[in-house]
């Protein structure tokens, strides 16, 4: 079966600073999905990517996505106390999957 | 903009016992989802709804799990004879395009 893993498992950093949390998958990738969690509670959807090299935005972060590497990577720049959470990717285990799996996620924690 | 909403949102029961979780998806919204996340984990797939077939549901969907759709609009989950290991919070979430799913924030059922 298909895995997703995240690095790093968590991640404590100083307001301002930029981070990167990467995503790499055992197999093809059919599309990559990043969601942010706060603690005990419902996932919020951020970004899709669908083809290898793409790249989009939303306020301060960034997603890649590798098709070749199988990996995505997720980027925050100047980072702020909001951005505190838990990043998780997700992808279809195939092109014709009906649900996504997710990875264990990445702790984030921004010290103000 | 009404998001997802599922009810309740903290649920604790007595082993043996049997409970059942609503779930009230974004309207125009006609696939549905049900995810199972445990903690530290990314969520699992449960089952997938389009519009008020069942269309999809896991291995991890024992016959104890129920789930509904009735009119193709709020969905209900329903567990049988609750044992410890069903202690998890249960996510909901909608779409219209497959895999840009809007998460409910979820129930959290403690079994104890």
């Known amino acids: 079966s298909q895995e997703l893993e995240q690095s790093p498992q968590s991640l404590i950093v100083q307001e301002g600073k930029n981070l990167t949390i990467n995503c790499t998958s055992s197999?093809?990738?059919?599309?990559l999905y990043w969601y942010k969690q706060k603690y005990g509670e419902g996932l919020i959807f951020l970004m899709m990517l669908q083809k290898g090299g793409e790249e989009k935005s939303h306020e301060k972060i960034t997603a890649k996505l590798d098709e070749k590497k199988q990996q995505s990577s997720l980027h925050i720049t100047a980072s702020q106390p909001s951005h505190a959470g838990i990043y998780l990717c997700?992808?279809?285990?195939?092109?014709?999957?009906?649900?996504?799996?997710f990875g264990t996620g990445t702790r984030l924690t921004v010290i103000p | 903009d009404t998001g997802v909403s599922q009810d309740p949102r903290h649920k604790i029961t007595k082993r043996g016992q049997n409970v059942t979780f609503r779930c009230d998806p974004i309207s125009e919204h006609n696939r549905l989802y049900w995810y199972r996340q445990t903690l530290g984990q990314g969520p699992e797939f449960l089952t997938y709804?389009?519009?008020?077939?069942?269309?999809?549901k896991s291995r991890l969907l024992s016959d104890r799990f129920s789930a509904e759709r009735p009119k193709g609009s709020f969905s209900t989950l329903e567990i049988q004879r609750t044992e410890q290991g069903d202690s998890a919070m249960y996510l909901c979430?909608?779409?219209?395009?497959?895999?840009?799913?809007?998460f409910g924030p979820g129930t959290r059922l403690t079994v104890t």
């Open positions: 709804f389009q519009n008020e077939a069942q269309l999809e």
């Open positions: 997700g992808a279809a285990p195939d092109t014709g999957a009906n649900n996504l799996f």
């Open positions: 979430a909608s779409s219209l395009l497959v895999y840009e799913q809007y």
């Open positions: 197999k093809t990738l059919y599309g």
